[in-house]
């Protein structure tokens, strides 16, 4: 049984925080890398990272069996496949596209940054309709590594939304805390996984509060079936819905052809009680909402961490437990 006081847990693990020095460099390397990137011409620069980011791919062999796995999963072929090599390779080249324009970020103006939400005026009225009928809570974004997150939260803010989103600070409180500076001047605040205090009073306060949710495969979150097996996902999202009153809203965002990100709403998932049916279901619903939403563009899906065990054995315990949870019984845990 998952134990209630880890259930708003980060659904990923990691060491604490490393030496003064490591943690210096870490911060120097960002600065020095950002400015490069924002003086030199993106496209360029786009395509040279993307060329760093596959060769990491190919020199990386546990980084490119578990995207191998992931992008199997996606298309249902078998990890070896070279439909599945060739669309990880795309994913990787992508990946260094969005780092590109996620360090020149900073350099845009307000309306530039605002226009890369290219439809979100479009959705605003949509988006403030299903946060005003939110009830007693806030609105919790349900949303995963695809297209450009920080771009969306960012045109939200600029609009007069209030947004804050969640992130670990744990291995790098330093950058942590630059990152944390420099989204307040894009008008949207991070908050650390483990301030619970701030979390709960976003939602009561009936702000809006941006979860990512394929942080990684881990044992002990709640079991989904995800394209075409068993995996799970952060309980935080549910069990948070579920305490404070507030919808969850998946949300996918993609890039367009003209170098924009559009984005669409899933349906608002009202999570009623905290029940192990009601949190499976509801956790089931966003995993289905993911799934569309890689689907849509898979290329532009940027988690290379495990999502599915390596075990049939635990994926078939996975789906006993979501058996279990959806009788009504609590998750028995791994």
């Given at each position: 049984m998952i134990n209630a006081d880890r259930r708003l847990e980060a659904p990923h693990r990691r060491g604490g925080a490393r030496p003064r020095i490591v943690e210096r460099t870490a911060v120097i390397a960002y600065r020095a890398t950002a400015w490069l990137l924002r003086v030199l011409p993106a496209g360029p620069a786009a395509a040279v990272v993307g060329g760093f980011a596959q060769v990491s791919y190919l020199a990386w062999p546990a980084k490119r069996r578990w995207s191998n796995a992931n992008f199997g999963h996606v298309l249902g072929l078998p990890p070896d496949d070279r439909r599945v090599r060739a669309l990880a390779l795309h994913a990787y080249r992508e990946y260094g596209r969005y780092l590109v324009e996620l360090m020149r970020l900073p350099s845009l103006t307000p309306d530039e940054m605002g226009r890369l939400a290219g439809n979100l005026d479009q959705q605003e009225a949509e988006l403030r309709r299903i946060r005003d009928r939110a009830g007693s809570g806030g609105l919790i974004f349900a949303a995963a590594h695809i297209g450009s997150?920080?771009?969306?939260?960012?045109?939200?803010?600029?609009?007069?939304?209030?947004?804050?989103?969640?992130?670990?600070?744990?291995?790098?409180?330093?950058?942590?805390?630059?990152?944390?500076?420099?989204?307040?001047?894009?008008?949207?605040?991070?908050?650390?996984?483990?301030?619970?205090?701030?979390i709960f009073g976003i939602l009561r306060r009936r702000e809006m509060l941006g979860l990512l949710i394929d942080w990684g495969y881990r044992s002990d979150g709640i079991p989904v079936h995800l394209f075409d097996a068993w995996t799970t996902l952060p309980a935080g999202p549910a069990t948070l819905a579920a305490k404070t009153g507030s919808p969850i809203l998946p949300v996918a965002i993609h890039r367009k052809a003209d170098g924009t990100f559009a984005l669409k709403f899933d349906d608002p998932i009202d999570v009623r009680s905290s029940d192990p049916a009601e949190l499976q279901r509801a956790s089931?619903?966003?995993?289905d909402a993911m799934a569309d939403a890689i689907r849509v563009?898979?290329?532009?899906?940027?988690?290379?961490?495990?999502?599915?065990?390596?075990?049939?054995?635990?994926?078939a315990d996975l789906e006993r437990r979501a058996r279990e949870m959806q009788a009504g019984r609590p998750d028995p845990g791994p």
């Open positions: 997150n920080e771009a969306i939260a960012a045109g939200v803010a600029q609009r007069g939304l209030k947004v804050s989103v969640v992130a670990d600070d744990s291995s790098f409180p330093e950058l942590f805390e630059l990152l944390r500076r420099q989204r307040a001047t894009w008008g949207f605040d991070l908050v650390p996984w483990r301030n619970l205090r701030a089931q619903a966003m995993a563009a898979p290329y532009q899906w940027y988690s290379f961490k495990p999502m599915w065990p390596d075990s049939p054995a635990e994926a």
